[in-house]
């Protein structure tokens, strides 16, 4: 499995905007950046996805580089419920079979009020 | 919205003792996993699961855990002889490859205490 890499932690300030950033230069054609977070004492969450071009959603923006090789989530207004530990996850689209995600150690984000 | 549920929220077993997790995915999905996080580790991916058979299963997924869908509802994780070392979170998820979103939906967890 392509590996991402992540800083282990980040702080923020609430209502101001947080970049996170993945890298992962080993990345394939046929490989979506996923993206997932982690809230204290609850099972993952997916936040967004994208294969080549910027997504947008109600969470947050994903910013891909052009050469896919880095990508950065984007939180608009960070919350205090944003705090969490974030993935950053290469997962590949095979036609039919499981798509398992592989999980590395995340970023942790604190967030403060 | 709907949710991923999971029973028991805790359980505490003997070591050595037969346990069993259950799992509600979202009605329309067809693809389904157990992954574990050990207390302060990563998320682990133990197996998946796909048209009533297991699909990919990793190498914690040896001969003392077992699949199965008994109902066309459930889905569930059985762990026939518990470890100390099976203490964990297990989390099931589930995904529609059919309307692919790329969205996988986990449940709250199964906290596992093995004594």
């Known amino acids: 499995d392509a590996k991402t890499t992540q800083p282990n932690s980040m702080e923020s300030n609430e209502e101001e905007p947080v970049h996170l950033p993945c890298n992962h230069s080993?990345?394939?054609?046929?490989?979506?950046i996923h993206w997932y977070r982690q809230l204290p004492s609850q099972g993952p969450e997916y936040v967004i996805h994208?294969?080549?071009s910027n997504v947008n959603n109600r969470m947050a923006s994903l910013a891909i580089a052009e050469d896919r090789k880095s990508s950065t989530l984007i939180l608009h207004r960070a919350t205090l419920r944003d705090a969490a530990v974030y993935y950053c996850i290469l997962r590949e689209k095979r036609q039919g079979g499981s798509e398992k995600l592989v999980f590395g150690k995340g970023m942790k984000l604190t967030v403060n009020p | 919205e709907p949710e991923v549920t999971q029973t028991p929220s805790h359980q505490v077993t003997q070591m050595g003792q037969e346990v069993i997790l259950r799992c509600v995915p979202i009605?329309?999905?067809?693809?389904f996993y157990w992954y574990r996080q050990i207390l302060g580790q990563k998320v682990e991916f133990l197996v998946s699961?796909?048209?009533?058979?297991?699909?990919?299963k990793s190498e914690i997924f040896d001969d003392q855990f077992s699949v199965e869908r008994p109902d066309g509802s459930n889905f569930t994780l059985k762990i026939r002889s518990t470890k100390l070392e099976d203490s964990a979170m297990y989390f099931c998820a589930s995904d529609n490859r059919g309307r692919y979103t790329g969205e996988l939906f986990f449940g709250e967890g199964s906290r596992l205490t093995v004594l």
């Open positions: 080993t990345i394939s054609g046929t490989d979506y």
């Open positions: 994208g294969l080549t």
């Open positions: 699961f796909y048209n009533n058979e297991i699909s990919e």
């Open positions: 009605s329309n999905h067809l693809y």
